[in-house]
């Protein structure tokens, strides 16, 4: 007979953390059971377990575990590569999640989860709810399918396509944004659908493609009226008063060195030689005089984040009117700057550093090329003048650079690609854009910039640009790569030096195009932050960003606290709103990176697509468990060589040596192997055949 007494006593006893799955003997003997109430006890388990109030397996007794609930970010990654399963992203781990046990949750969703158990180390949970949907509005192209229309969408992490209430005025291949109106139901395999609320063009048009990434990402196209209103009101012309209260540099031979298609200038150069010593001036536009704290536009300057840079188009972080016009360095105009002047000795070290609010007038505009040309003696045009300051600056540079060695700086050879349009704005070629003489001289003179404020901002609340050393486990990677492929990574002294060590044992430029995306990958990335950790990839102990206030919000915020300590010596953002601040802009920042990724990849994509069926020559830079990784000698394009295609020998791989050997002939590919492939599909992917095959 059932007894809510023993029943009570059972279950109190296996609620108890330290009691484990018990046989019927030694709940007895636990609770004390006198042995004419043996039956009775039987009874009340075998009620508890049919009413699923306690656990029953393999004859032994345990309590239901309460659920273990936990919010997280829902990655769908992996159901958009059409495997079976996903994630769910906590800040301590991540929950392995069945994709039948997914709901309705699409990529980057804020989620809960309930955790069902844990297995070597992994845990595995269920959705059970969806806290707060990441987007209602998604971009892709329409398609037709027996009568009715689906949107596929461009985001390659979302795992379905949509349903279409109604075209409107869109027609077959347009590109088009979708605001959803009823999310589906994965378990009944109803699609999500919703409307039409823009239509951007017709797919693979280079502009409609731009735009579709645009409205993907949610990025801002237009500034609200109040804001350009306030612009309006500025005033450029800059007043005796002012000028008064400033360093007067006009008279300084001075220039701006920028990519040519470049129109936000905000940085400029000057050199002098003092008796025996050089001095050296990087001047910065003063964005912070214009852009005050409380203003409309360093509120929307904090809400864009940064400028964000696509091939023939910017979406600015500030009003074409500063960014391009009242701030920019525009040659032979008076401009409002904060100069940071060093003075070096005959060895080039450091001796003194200062700030100073200053007025400067350009004397030229610079592209890079044009300075990589006179300083190989090849441009006539310069003037003398000019042509000195630049080859002293050269050497400066030059040194600068052997500085920065020692100190631990790593320097990556990562050439990015470079678009070459035709007329009506289509893609004809693509280019590796390598770094030069005249990038290392400005970036030189930046760094000097960047950590003498930082420096000088260090004694009180500010934000650092931060770069942490690698994880251990991340190092060990680093190590057993090196090891395999006989390359020196020696951790006995620093681990910038073992760096440095590694990236200079590469025989080649081929050995770089592999494996410095792959050490770069298990380097962390760098962020803001108002903790300072350094930055290990410059090998710097206190470092900012200072100099593109035109284009980035720490610069701005830095540059109002550079001007607060000149003036007043008042930090007027609180530790709080600064680190508010910090995360904005690198959550904007990765933004950036992603949009521009995106964007450089469907033009790559829309461009390799002409050359189908055609053969190059490439190099393979990587490989998983299914295919090889081949970027083009004569593009900076990787597509891939599915092993499935590989039909004259059964190929096994080996992941720890990064080898795929043929069983019956005994080829070995490995990374670095010089291949010959055919173009022979491009849809998300580029794929190749291998010549031969």
Not at 453 to 464: R, V, W
């Amino acid at each position: 007979m059932y007894d809510s007494k023993l029943a009570f006593q059972i279950k109190k006893l296996l609620s108890d953390d330290n009691v484990n799955r018990l046989k019927i003997k030694d709940i007895s003997k636990a609770i004390k059971v006198r042995k004419h109430k043996h039956k009775d006890l039987i009874d009340t388990l075998f009620k508890l377990a049919k009413d699923n109030k306690i656990k029953l397996k393999n004859r032994r007794y345990s309590s239901y575990a309460k659920p273990n609930y936990i919010e997280g970010i829902f990655d769908a990654r992996p159901l958009a590569k059409n495997k079976s399963f996903a994630f769910v992203i906590t800040d301590e781990f991540d929950i392995y999640i069945s994709s039948e046990d997914t709901m309705n949750a699409y990529h980057d969703d804020e989620v809960l989860v309930e955790v069902k158990y844990s297995k070597n180390q992994k845990r595995y949970g269920t959705i059970t709810k969806i806290i707060k949907r990441n987007r209602e509005l998604f971009v892709g192209q329409i398609q037709e399918y027996h009568g009715n229309y689906f949107l596929i969408p461009d985001n390659s992490r979302i795992h379905t396509n949509f349903k279409i209430n109604d075209l409107a005025t869109a027609s077959i291949q347009d590109k088009v944004v979708l605001k959803i109106t009823n999310w589906g139901n994965r378990e009944l395999q109803r699609l999500p659908v919703g409307n039409i609320v823009e239509i951007l063009g017709k797919a693979g048009n280079p502009e409609v493609e731009i735009l579709s990434i645009i409205r993907n990402y949610e990025l801002p196209l237009a500034f609200p009226g109040s804001v350009i209103k306030e612009v309006t009101d500025l005033s450029d012309e800059i007043t005796e008063e002012e000028i008064n209260k400033r360093k007067d540099f006009r008279k300084l031979a001075t220039f701006t060195i920028d990519p040519a298609s470049a129109k936000d200038f905000d940085d400029a150069i000057s050199l002098e030689k003092t008796d025996n010593n050089w001095r050296l001036y990087v001047h910065i536009a003063d964005v912070a005089h214009y852009v005050k704290q409380d203003s409309l536009l360093f509120k929307e300057a904090v809400k864009r984040g940064n400028s964000y840079y696509f091939p023939k188009k910017v979406i600015p972080m500030l009003p074409e009117k500063i960014s391009n016009k009242i701030c920019s360095l525009r040659p032979f105009e008076d401009k409002l700057t904060i100069s940071v002047i060093t003075d070096f000795n005959e060895s080039f070290q450091i001796i003194l550093q200062e700030v100073c609010e200053s007025i400067i007038n350009s004397n030229a505009r610079f592209s890079y090329d044009e300075i990589d040309l006179i300083f190989e003696d090849s441009s006539p045009d310069i003037p003398e003048e000019i042509a000195k300051i630049l080859n002293k600056m050269k050497t400066l540079s030059s040194a600068l650079s052997e500085q920065r060695k020692k100190h631990g700086y790593l320097r990556f050879d990562l050439p990015e690609p470079e678009f070459i349009f035709d007329d009506k704005g289509y893609i004809f070629d693509i280019k590796r854009s390598m770094e030069t003489e005249s990038h290392r001289l400005i970036e030189n003179f930046m760094l000097i910039a960047n950590e003498f404020i930082a420096k000088q901002l260090s004694h009180q609340n500010t934000i650092y640009r931060v770069h942490e050393k690698p994880d251990d486990e991340d190092i060990i990677k680093i190590k057993d790569l090196s090891e395999k492929h006989n390359l020196k990574f020696p951790l006995g002294k620093s681990l910038n030096y073992a760096f440095q060590e590694l990236l200079n044992s590469m025989p080649d430029n081929d050995y770089h195009r592999v494996f410095d995306r792959i050490i770069l990958r298990n380097l962390k990335k760098a962020k803001y932050q108002t903790e300072n950790f350094g930055h290990f990839g410059l090998g710097i102990k206190t470092y900012t960003h200072f100099t593109s206030p035109i284009r980035r919000l720490c610069d701005l915020i830095v540059h109002h606290q550079t001007k607060q300590k000149l003036i007043s010596s008042q930090n007027t953002f609180t530790q709080k709103k600064l680190s508010d601040l910090a995360n904005i802009a690198s959550e904007k920042e990765l933004i950036a990176d992603y949009a521009e990724r995106e964007v450089d990849n469907k033009n790559k994509l829309t461009f390799i697509k002409k050359k189908l069926g055609e053969t190059f020559s490439g190099i393979i830079i990587g490989m998983n468990n299914s295919s090889l990784f081949v970027e083009l000698d004569k593009y900076p394009i990787t597509g891939l060589i599915p092993f499935s295609s590989l039909k004259k020998d059964y190929y096994q791989f080996y992941k720890q040596y990064l080898r795929l050997i043929g069983k019956r002939t005994g080829r070995i590919f490995k990374l670095t192997d010089k291949v010959e492939v055919l173009i022979s599909r491009v849809d998300n992917d580029v794929y190749f055949q291998l010549i031969g095959e």
